[in-house]
């Protein structure tokens, strides 16, 4: 919740509006169940049974190609809260139980307005009979999204990713392999035949040109390779109009996705 009152120094219903939604803002920031007022924030207790402190954040993919820059999908990424900080930090799936993400996904699923859902999921997940039996569930549900895509995190095991991947696709569900930390040698063995729909490469965090200079190459390398099999791939961490304008005329990348476009955020509760 975001609150404010009518001040003196107000010229119209507007400055109250913008300072309400500007603390709405805030308290999505800082985390649900949340109140904001004129820029303070006050912790609310969490609901009952709920203690874990994790939620998923939404960040959207776009396409540049677009005249709008449409917003494709959007990709959602696990976070923890730290009382003590008060502050929200990217969380390792790996941490909940099956069913306490798989509860977490439906949450952040059903606020959705465009519920087309891209999903980073670790290689222990990805190959868990459970993660696909239930990710194929809820794919098949009618409170399931309109299409789910998963970034794979790491490589595995040839046969043990091909029937995977086969699995996900009777389901519907589609497959992305992040190839940011991807070897050349171990993608070797892909060469032949590769199952993805996919590939996606994220940009350093580092603000270092250098650092993100050896990145763009790098992402121009992995673009000619989808070019190669005839996929899309989709380019993380994009902060700058400059990297936009790369991703354009260089190397002709059009999905995109990072701060440049919005920061990620807890999306809003219906």
């Known amino acids: 919740m975001g609150v404010s009152q009518v001040q003196t120094a107000d010229k119209s219903v507007e400055d109250v509006y913008k300072r309400a939604d500007d603390s709405l803002y805030v308290s999505k ?5 949340t109140i904001t007022v004129d820029g303070q924030t006050r912790q609310v207790k969490l609901k009952a049974g709920i203690n874990d402190n994790y939620a998923f954040f939404v960040q959207g993919v776009y396409d540049d190609e677009t005249a709008d820059q449409a917003r494709i999908r959007n990709e959602l990424t696990l976070y923890h809260h730290d009382n003590q900080t008060n502050q929200w930090e990217p969380a390792p799936a790996t941490e909940l139980s099956v069913e306490r993400l798989f509860q977490l996904i439906r949450e952040a699923v059903v606020n ?3 519920q087309r859902v891209q999903l980073p999921i670790p290689q222990a997940r990805f190959l868990d009979a459970k ?3 239930k990710l194929s569930q809820f794919m098949r549900s009618s409170d399931g999204p309109e299409t789910l895509t998963l970034v794979l995190m790491q490589l595995p095991d040839k046969s043990a990713l091909q029937a ?3 699995a996900y696709h009777l389901a519907g569900i589609d497959v992305i392999l992040d190839v940011t930390s991807c070897e050349k040698q171990a993608f070797a063995q892909l060469q032949e035949s590769h199952p993805f729909d996919g590939l996606k490469y994220t940009l350093p965090a580092t603000e270092g040109m250098t650092n993100r200079a050896k990145a763009l190459l790098s992402a121009q390398a992995w673009y000619v390779q989808a070019l190669e099999w005839a996929i899309p791939i989709i380019i993380g961490g994009i902060k700058t109009k400059s990297e936009v304008d790369w991703a354009q005329s260089q190397a002709k990348i059009h999905l995109l996705i990072g701060d440049y476009y919005e920061t990620a955020e807890l999306p809003i509760i219906g």
């Open 131 to 133: 993660v696909i039996d």
């Open 164 to 166: 995977a991947v086969h």
């Open 29 to 33: 920031r800082n985390g649900r169940d």
């Open 112 to 114: 959705l307005v465009l």
